[in-house]
Every structure is written in C-alpha cells, then in structure tokens.
C-alpha cells in the first residue's frame, strides 16, 4: 500500500469512526446532540405563533385550519413561546415586541366580558366565535391562561426602555381589569369558568380541581383589583380536600387528582409560569404531583393494557388531542390508542430522560410521518395507521415553554419574579 493510498484509508478510518461515535440513522442521517435536537424541536415549534400567527392580530390560530379564529388561552402561550423565541434568537427583540404590540391592539379592542376574554375570537373582527352554542361570553380559565403569558412577558421587558415601559402599563391594564371576583357568581366561595351576556350562568360549570385550572385561582388571589379570598381557594379548587389522592399506581403515589392522574395537560398549562420546584400547599407538594403523574401516565403506556401498537418506553404520552373520530382528553382511563407527542416533551422538566428518549424516537423513528412545518404533528395512532396532519396551539405551546424551563428556568423565574403572584401565592397558603 502506498502512502497515498494509506492516507486515504486512515481518513476513511477517521470518518467512519467519527460516524460511529456520533451515531447515525439507519438511512445514514447524522443524530444531533440533545442540545441541538432540543434547539430544532423549539425552533420549528415556535414558528406557529410567529409565521403562521394571524397576519392581522398576531394572536395564535385555534389549529392550522381555523382559518380566522384565533385562542385566548394558546396565544397566552405563544406569547410565553415569543419569550423563549427573543431569547434564543429565533427572531430579534425588535420582531417579537412588534408582534406582542400587535397581539396588545387586539387585545384592547375585541370582545371582552368584565374584563375576560373568549376562548375563540375572530382574528380581523375581534369578535367573539361561539366555542358552543351558550359558550359566546367570557371563558375564565383561557382568559388565565393570557394573563399568565402576559405577566411572564412583563417581567420580562425593560422599564429603563420607553417603548418596553408603554408595553408594560398596557399588560397592567389589560390584567388588573380581569374582574375574577365577579366569577364568584355572587359571592359564592368557588370561580365559575363562563359568562355571557345573552346566557349569563346558564352554563354553570365551577371551576374544581385539580386539573389545568390551578393558574386561575393563583391569579385571582394575586390581582390588585378583583381578587379572592382564600376560602374561594381551599373550598373551590381544592373541594375542601377532595383533591387529593394518595393512592398509588404502579407503586408510584399520586398527592391529587383523579385515578391514574388524568391527562397530562394537568402537570402543563398552569405550569408553563407557575414554577412548581418548591411549590407546595397543604394538599401537595407539586413538583412530586408533577412528576409522578408523568412517570404514572408512562408506566401506564409501558404497560399498555389495551395492546395498542407502539406504545413503550420510547412512545408514551396520553393527554387531549386530535384523534381519527376528532378530539379527545386522552388519559389511562380514556386510552384510544392515541399518542400525542406533547405529552411527553412537554414533560421535559418533570422527566428528562424519559422524554427525551421519547423526542428521539418521534423525530429519528417516525419522523417522516410525523414532522412537518411547524414540528410534530399533534398525535398518531399506531393500531389503526392513523396520524394527524394537524396543529393545535394549546399543544405545540407547551412544548416551546417547557422545553425552556427544563434547560434554563427562564419562564418559571420571570412568573414567579411578579410581587402579585407572589402576595397571591401567599395569600393562598402557599410555599415556594
């Protein structure tokens, strides 16, 4: 062998076991690191609430087929995924706070009901869209779940900056004018979600938990304006105790909530600010609910009962999602055999390994089937070939947010940075 050619056969050597150290796809595609991996999976995540925002408000699309309806509650969470996209550099400052003024005009100007806004609106009009035939009013929780992206926003501007100091008095006038008091229906010690002025009450669906809805209570304690008393806390939410569980599943306890935890938005949407490290009351500590609510919705799918296709250790994660019959609150106890990717991801903070081994395999396994424009499609099922084209919102959300607080906290530290949430907190007994 002569000295070129020996020098081309150390190279060849060379690269073959840089490939080998690495790792790559069966079809030859080099793997990412974890950290580059998590910096695509935000990435594209994060250009459905800044490229495919509604062109008119800014607000986030209910899903990408909702042509001009708009969500109070996911654009809550895309403004806490415009944070994260500022951070990163995704886009400028300058790009993100043009698109969080443009949210604010619409916010000011749409309908809104005692100072709470509808889950759907139209995204020109600013008119509210009926989410059910009594539900055209006031929705409390998606209106909760908007205050807290925009708390986390203001925390996170600059004050000493004159166009960021204008951005922060519009996010006070727009939350301190949440009347949650009035959603006591009277006096009544527990929050109602809707109200409208064609049907008032007529819905009449208290606000208990524990589920998604722990934010509202949490900002409804700390507003300036139009708070609530702790009691409308500890005998609403927490039922008087009745919250909490205390059984276990698959030898994992679970502190609150209904069997087997229910769907894993509970352990996501109140969480994407509301930090729960520390975060303890006389019902629980919540980063252990948190926590085992995700090992015990994993372990229930490594376990997979029912005989689904492709549920395991690497393919987990039932909460609400689109399925081949619609939508639906996936769960243990509500398994169609859908698997929606942002259970788990979402998860990242509580589970890192775990979820991290189930990005992986969505990206690397299934990834032809199941990334796309804006990230992973919502959900797929396995048994019946079946996989989403769409994207919803309240589910790519978490993922951009949760994914950061597992890597930098940056959204948990500006939340609860706010001295109202803290006083709210507080008032509610609260450690954290």
């Not at 008119?56 to 309806?69: C, Q, V, W, Y």
């Not at 925390?155 to 951005?167: F, G, M, Q």
Request: proline share 4%; with cysteine.
């Amino acid at each position: 062998m002569d000295m070129k050619t020996q020098r081309i056969f150390w190279i060849l050597a060379a690269v073959l076991l840089t490939l080998t150290h690495t790792g790559c796809k069966p079809d030859g595609e080099l793997q990412l690191t974890d950290e580059k991996l998590l910096d695509l999976v935000q990435h594209q995540t994060f250009k459905y609430f800044h490229e495919f925002a509604h062109p008119a408000s800014g607000m986030a699309l209910e899903r990408n087929t909702s042509g001009d309806i708009v969500t109070s509650g996911g654009s809550g969470f895309g403004v806490m995924a415009l944070i994260v996209g500022m951070e990163r550099g995704f886009i400028t400052r300058q790009e993100g706070l043009a698109q969080v003024s443009k949210i604010l005009d619409f916010l000011e100007t749409c309908d809104r009901f005692h100072g709470v806004w509808p889950h759907w609106l139209h995204g020109s009009t600013g008119e509210v869209v009926p989410f059910s035939p009594k539900d055209n009013g006031a929705d409390l929780v998606e209106t909760a779940f908007m205050v807290q992206g925009l708390i986390t926003l203001r925390e996170y501007l600059n004050e000493n900056i004159a166009p960021e100091k204008e951005l922060i008095a519009r996010i006070n006038t727009l939350w301190q004018e949440v009347e949650w008091d009035w959603f006591t229906q009277g006096g009544q010690e527990v929050l109602y979600w809707h109200w409208s002025p064609e049907f008032e009450w007529e819905m009449n669906h208290a606000i208990r938990g524990h589920n998604e809805t722990l934010i509202v209570y949490v900002l409804a304690a700390s507003s300036p304006n139009h708070g609530i008393d702790s009691l409308v806390y500890h005998h609403g939410y927490a039922r008087n105790g009745d919250i909490v569980n205390g059984k276990a599943y698959y030898g994992i306890e679970l502190p609150l909530g209904e069997d087997f935890g229910g769907p894993l938005f509970f352990a996501h949407y109140s969480f994407l600010g509301l930090d729960p490290r520390k975060l303890e009351d006389i019902y629980a500590n919540y980063w252990e609910q948190n926590v085992n609510h995700t090992l015990i919705n994993r372990q229930y799918c490594v376990q997979n009962p029912n005989g689904y296709t492709g549920y395991g250790s690497d393919c987990w994660g039932l909460t609400a999602s689109d399925n081949p019959q619609g939508y639906s609150a996936h769960s243990p106890t509500n398994d169609l055999g859908v698997i929606t990717p942002t259970a788990a991801i979402s998860s990242i903070p509580y589970t890192p390994e775990r979820s991290l081994q189930a990005i992986r395999h969505f990206y690397y396994e299934l990834g032809d089937s199941l990334w796309g424009q804006y990230g992973f499609h919502d959900a797929f099922n396995l048994s019946e070939n079946w996989w989403a084209g769409s994207y919803l919102a309240i589910d790519q959300g978490p993922i951009v947010v949760m994914i950061e607080n597992y890597r930098t906290g940056l959204l948990w530290d500006l939340f609860m940075s706010a001295p109202e949430v803290q006083q709210g907190l507080t008032r509610l007994g609260f450690s954290f």
